[in-house]
């Protein structure tokens, strides 16, 4: 039997809410042991159940829980989501509590490793899902969204199709030579495998363009002492995030600072002031 896993779903730390996450096959026999609803009856499937999490006789806190039955969740598997108060404790001690009752702490990024290898997802969405997580702009939430809603790879399914029929062409008149091949035909052939190429470098050319919304650029403001390079990194930021003053080597350690420009995450370094230094030959 595949094991059941477990994991604090949200980001360490206080808050309003927490959740914590389990996958496979034990994960509504793990809720039933570890989930009192404050109304007696039955918990309907995908719908969030109000009561609280015992250990023992003792009340570990007060949430809401959802059973999700399989294949029609994140994993493809039942999936149980018990949303905590956001305090470490209630949090960690719910999490002991499912994990003594027989599931196992996930490894990192193994719940979308299990979609992918239930087949919900494919390599491309998988990789999307952290792209979405990561997006520093509403640019790049958009390219990375659309990954994950498999746009990318109906792209490639597509090329894929058009490929085989070129393949089924040419075999066709491989298989049959003394058939002879119109040059209408062969011009048909060499018009949908151009198609197919300007379509394979335009997605190209979008990797290109994802790479940079995705990883950003870097730039480096560079220049004399008092230039104005502090005043330019606190334009484009739009806050004092640097010391501006009218005297010079007021930076003496880089200031780094992501910007939005265009839509597209920019990392700032403001620098110290650099001074060149005149150099002269001197005679023998």
Same mark, same amino acid.
């Given at each position: 039997?595949?094991?059941?896993?477990?994991?604090?779903?949200?980001?360490?730390?206080?808050?309003?809410?927490?959740?914590?996450?389990?996958?496979?096959?034990?994960?509504?026999?793990?809720?039933?042991?570890?989930?009192?609803?404050?109304?007696?009856?039955?918990?309907?499937?995908?719908?969030?159940?109000?009561?609280?999490?015992?250990?023992?006789?003792?009340?570990?806190?007060?949430?809401?829980?959802?059973?999700?039955?399989?294949?029609?969740?994140?994993?493809?598997?039942?999936?149980?989501?018990?949303?905590?108060?956001?305090?470490?404790?209630?949090?960690?001690?719910?999490?002991?509590?499912?994990?003594?009752?027989?599931?196992?702490?996930?490894?990192?990024?193994?719940?979308? /490793?299990?979609?992918? %290898? *239930? $087949?919900?997802?494919?390599? =491309?969405? +998988?990789?999307?899902?952290?792209?979405?997580?990561?997006? &520093?702009?509403?640019?790049?939430?958009?390219?990375?969204?659309?990954?994950?809603?498999?746009?990318?790879?109906?792209?490639?399914?597509?090329?894929?199709?058009?490929?085989?029929?070129?393949?089924?062409?040419?075999?066709?008149?491989?298989?049959?030579?003394?058939?002879?091949?119109?040059?209408?035909?062969?011009?048909?052939?060499?018009?949908?495998?151009?198609?197919?190429?300007?379509?394979?470098?335009?997605?190209?050319?979008?990797?290109?363009?994802?790479?940079?919304?995705?990883?950003?650029?870097?730039?480096?403001?560079?220049?004399?002492?008092?230039?104005? /390079?502090?005043?330019? %990194? *606190? $334009?484009?930021?739009?806050? =004092?995030? +640097?010391?501006?003053?009218?005297?010079?080597?007021?930076? &003496?350690?880089?200031?780094?600072?992501?910007?939005?420009?265009?839509?597209?995450?920019?990392?700032?370094?403001?620098?110290?002031?650099?001074?060149p230094r005149m150099w002269s030959r001197r005679s023998g």
């Amino acid at each position: 039997m595949e094991e059941t896993i477990c994991a604090i779903a949200t980001p360490p730390g206080e808050g309003g809410i927490g959740i914590v996450r389990i996958s496979g096959p034990m994960a509504r026999p793990i809720m039933d042991r570890v989930f009192v609803p404050a109304k007696a009856g039955e918990i309907v499937p995908r719908m969030l159940t109000y009561g609280h999490v015992f250990d023992g006789d003792t009340a570990v806190d007060e949430v809401l829980a959802v059973y999700m039955p399989g294949p029609g969740t994140y994993t493809a598997e039942d999936v149980v989501e018990i949303d905590c108060h956001g305090g470490s404790v209630p949090l960690y001690r719910t999490l002991k509590l499912v994990m003594a009752s027989g599931a196992r702490l996930a490894e990192p990024g193994e719940f979308t /490793k299990r979609a992918f %290898l *239930n $087949g919900r997802i494919d390599l =491309s969405q +998988a990789e999307a899902v952290m792209d979405v997580v990561g997006a &520093r702009t509403e640019e790049a939430l958009e390219i990375a969204v659309a990954r994950l809603r498999g746009k990318f790879s109906e792209e490639i399914g597509a090329l894929r199709s058009a490929l085989t029929d070129v393949l089924v062409e040419i075999d066709v008149n491989i298989d049959y030579p003394d058939e002879d091949v119109e040059e209408a035909e062969a011009g048909k052939i060499a018009e949908e495998l151009g198609k197919i190429k300007a379509s394979i470098d335009d997605l190209i050319a979008s990797a290109r363009t994802g790479r940079i919304m995705k990883e950003g650029l870097s730039v480096a403001i560079v220049g004399r002492p008092n230039v104005g /390079k502090s005043s330019l %990194l *606190n $334009g484009l930021l739009r806050e =004092s995030r +640097a010391i501006v003053t009218e005297i010079p080597g007021t930076t &003496r350690d880089t200031i780094e600072e992501f910007a939005n420009i265009g839509g597209i995450p920019v990392k700032l370094t403001d620098t110290a002031g650099v001074i060149p230094r005149m150099w002269s030959r001197r005679s023998g």
